[in-house]
DNA sequence: AGCGGAACCTGTCGGC
DNA sequence: TGCCGACAGGTTCCGC
């Protein structure tokens, strides 16, 4: 679920609460989590014992960086929590890992559904499995000119351009149904159709809804909890994402929905060209 | 190479 | 109330 607002949003309070930290106990309840390598056997031994140096983000991959010059690399997939909590914490029913700290406090992470993961590298190793990766959307990496770049040729639709990691980094399909309605494009358009000047409008609305959401802690839309095990509230900004059958609050028409790729798109069939 | 569709797993919700 | 199917914010893999 956590596309990249809630990613950062989870990142930058682990690491302001737990950098300079040392984990002196774990406890691993799963080792087969979904999305890529799996949570290493040898995981307890390697992270005893260690200080957290720093935690990052890249697309939607939580970096904890530990004193071993290992990294802790962190998917949360769509159900995935990463949860501050205390000593006196008891285990709930889908938590797999638990991380203790010196100073009193503990990190939960948590899958019900298990499409997440978490996986255990020395840092060149964690860095390079995720080279594939596109332009961080916010940085200046991520504009009209590199972007047209990536998806001339792409014959797929711009809605599933848009969900493809290697493209951009970090957009999911609520963003990705808010900027192309933000930017009047259609979601059905070939990517490769999408001229200079809807490009021109379109990187600045990404990055425009993304800082904006990152401000209002992330989507809650079912799932999402912050490391602080609160609510997104971006989810009070939507105009598009989960609005099927309501009215569009540009021009009055039905918001409509549609599957693409096997997963739902909402739009306005009258704003979206 | 690029694309569509299925698969992964659990929970929830709507319809009958 | 209960059962059944569809669907969920993500990624990967397989076949064409």
Known sequence: MPELPEVETVCSYICKTFKGEEIVRAEVFRFDLRIGTSVPQDFIKRVTGTKITDVCRRGKYILVHLSSEEIMTVHLGMTGRFIAHDHSYKRAKHDHIILYFKGGKCLVFSDA??????????????????????????????????????????????????????????????????????????????????????AEKLVPIIKNILQKSIAAGGTTFRDYRSAEGKKGAFVNSLLVYGKEGEKCVNCGHKIVKIMQGGRGTFFCEKCQR
Do not use: H, W
């Open 113 to 198: 559904r298990r499409f997440g993961m978490v996986d255990l590298a020395p840092a060149k190793i964690a860095l390079e499995r995720l080279a594939f990766m596109g332009a961080e959307p916010l940085s200046d990496d991520f504009n009209p000119a590199s972007f047209l770049q990536k998806i001339k040729g792409r014959k797929v639709p711009i809605k599933q351009a848009l969900l493809n990691q290697e493209i951009v980094a970090g957009l999911g399909n609520i963003y990705v149904c808010e900027a192309l309605f933000e930017a009047g494009i259609s979601p059905l358009r070939a990517a490769e159709k999408i001229t200079l000047q809807e």
